[in-house]
């Protein structure tokens, strides 16, 4: 009775395993890296179906060897085996045991290749930094080992990571990244290299960044005169008086936005008088050299804020600026006595500007000053000069 029942289990247990065996077939093989070592260990991880019956499993290894040879064999209660192979291609396939140590139906082979991983390093890189005061192209020269067409390499912080538009492998040992100008978030960065396996290097030190606060500009301008109304205008006309200039010192925030803040210090000065107007014939020209008597003349300090908007990658730009100072006026009259006298005065301007070259600009604007004097006064005064930035 007890040789029946035992018959007739094995027989049933035999049964379920040809009808389960295809779902004994092996499901997958992936791989993972040990790095707990002094040098990091590649693993592979094959697994197969739960087989209901099964009491453990056992695995065949075999590796290509101009044909296929017995290489391992590996017994196991899980439904998996990890185990560290040398480069090359195998295969595997799983026979299962029950619970009375018979063997099942084994599964088909399964094939799979395991590539040689190589670590990379990095030794070097150039620039040690992107700096975004100016826009311009952002190619990042690296230098190191082990540098393959499926390397990964890009830039990361905790917050962000820059991921190259461009990544050119000249040889194993360099490579040129190529990042988008606009997309840069300033940061310290690691450069990470990643190669196909898991291995992996980082280098920190990489800044992304402003390297200063403002922006700063020195304009030399010639800055002629309108008088609108008051006593600049009594004492002279509305004729347009060529002879002023300007000295300006302007900072800008370096900052990319949708507007960039700053102020500036000017310095500037001018002569009204019958010499300095605008003629349109030799004669007038002439004339104007025995008429003298009338007119003005100031010098002036001021200090203003401005408002700049940036176009084109800072190829050009359109600043609003206004603020106040104080003038030392000189009004003469051909009929009253000269009043010399120190002056407030307020101004508010427009100007454009467009770079020309390195550190070189061209300025074209306009401002309206406004002086007060007993009469009150105001001038129009455009101006077209020279700007360096350093």
């Given at each position: 009775?007890?040789?029946?029942?035992?018959?007739?289990l094995?027989?049933?247990?035999?049964?379920i395993?040809i009808?389960?065996?295809?779902?004994?077939?092996?499901?997958?093989?992936?791989?993972?890296?040990d790095?707990?070592?002094?040098?990091?260990?590649?693993?592979?991880?094959?697994?197969?179906?739960?087989?209901e019956?099964?009491?453990?499993?056992?695995?065949?290894?075999q590796?290509?060897?101009?044909?296929?040879?017995?290489?391992?064999?590996?017994?196991?209660?899980?439904?998996?085996?990890?185990i560290?192979l040398?480069?090359?291609?195998?295969?595997?396939?799983?026979?299962?045991?029950d619970?009375?140590?018979?063997?099942?139906?084994?599964?088909?082979?399964?094939?799979?290749?395991?590539?040689?991983?190589?670590?990379?390093s990095?030794?070097?890189?150039?620039?040690s930094?992107?700096?975004m005061?100016?826009?311009?192209?952002?190619?990042?020269?690296i230098?190191?080992?082990?540098?393959l067409?499926?390397?990964?390499?890009?830039?990361?912080?905790?917050?962000?990571?820059?991921?190259?538009?461009?990544l050119?492998?000249?040889?194993?040992?360099?490579?040129?990244?190529?990042?988008?100008?606009?997309?840069l978030?300033?940061?310290?960065?690691?450069?990470?290299?990643r190669?196909?396996?898991?291995?992996?290097?980082?280098?920190?030190?990489?800044?992304?960044?402003?390297?200063?606060?403002?922006?700063?500009?020195?304009k030399?301008?010639?800055?002629?005169?309108?008088?609108?109304?008051?006593?600049?205008?009594?004492?002279?006309?509305?004729?347009?008086?060529?002879?002023?200039?300007e000295?300006?010192?302007?900072?800008?925030?370096?900052?990319?936005s949708?507007?960039?803040?700053?102020?500036?210090?000017?310095?500037?000065?001018?002569?009204?008088?019958?010499v300095?107007?605008?003629?349109?014939?030799?004669?007038s020209f002439?004339?104007?050299?025995?008429?003298?008597?009338?007119?003005?003349?100031w010098?002036?300090?001021?200090?203003?804020?401005?408002?700049?908007?940036?176009?084109?990658?800072?190829?050009?730009?359109v600043?609003?600026?206004?603020?106040?100072g104080?003038?030392?006026?000189?009004?003469?009259?051909?009929?009253?006595?000269?009043?010399?006298?120190?002056?407030?005065?307020?101004?508010?301007?427009?100007?454009?500007?467009?770079?020309?070259?390195?550190?070189?600009?061209?300025?074209?604007?306009?401002?309206?000053?406004?002086?007060?004097?007993?009469?009150?006064?105001?001038?129009?005064?455009?101006?077209?000069?020279?700007?360096?930035?350093?």
């Amino acid at each position: 009775m007890v040789f029946n029942q035992r018959f007739y289990l094995l027989l049933i247990q035999t049964i379920i395993s040809i009808l389960t065996a295809p779902f004994i077939f092996s499901q997958n093989y992936n791989f993972f890296l040990d790095t707990s070592g002094n040098s990091p260990v590649f693993f592979q991880h094959i697994s197969w179906s739960k087989e209901e019956y099964a009491l453990f499993y056992e695995v065949a290894i075999q590796k290509e060897e101009g044909g296929y040879r017995d290489y391992r064999h590996e017994s196991t209660e899980e439904t998996f085996l990890n185990i560290s192979l040398p480069p090359g291609k195998y295969r595997f396939n799983v026979l299962p045991y029950d619970l009375l140590g018979q063997s099942g139906q084994a599964s088909e082979w399964k094939t799979f290749e395991i590539l040689t991983a190589y670590q990379p390093s990095l030794e070097k890189f150039y620039p040690s930094a992107f700096y975004m005061e100016n826009y311009s192209e952002r190619a990042l020269d690296i230098a190191g080992s082990n540098l393959l067409d499926e390397t990964e390499v890009y830039l990361r912080n905790n917050s962000n990571s820059l991921f190259a538009v461009n990544l050119n492998i000249r040889d194993k040992n360099r490579a040129t990244l190529f990042f988008d100008d606009e997309n840069l978030i300033p940061g310290t960065y690691q450069i990470y290299i990643r190669n196909p396996g898991g291995l992996e290097s980082t280098t920190d030190g990489f800044f992304v960044g402003y390297r200063r606060i403002f922006d700063l500009f020195i304009k030399l301008s010639w800055s002629p005169a309108i008088p609108v109304y008051g006593e600049v205008l009594n004492a002279a006309d509305s004729s347009l008086y060529l002879a002023g200039a300007e000295l300006n010192f302007c900072a800008v925030t370096t900052r990319r936005s949708f507007f960039n803040f700053g102020f500036d210090i000017s310095a500037s000065a001018g002569i009204l008088n019958s010499v300095t107007s605008f003629k349109t014939d030799f004669d007038s020209f002439f004339n104007g050299f025995q008429d003298t008597g009338s007119g003005a003349s100031w010098v002036e300090l001021n200090f203003n804020l401005l408002l700049r908007k940036y176009f084109l990658h800072k190829l050009m730009s359109v600043t609003i600026h206004g603020g106040g100072g104080f003038s030392f006026f000189n009004l003469s009259d051909e009929n009253a006595d000269r009043e010399n006298d120190f002056t407030l005065q307020c101004n508010l301007g427009l100007s454009y500007m467009l770079h020309l070259y390195d550190i070189l600009y061209l300025e074209a604007g306009v401002n309206f000053v406004f002086f007060q004097t007993p009469e009150s006064s105001g001038l129009i005064r455009p101006k077209l000069g020279i700007a360096w930035k350093f």
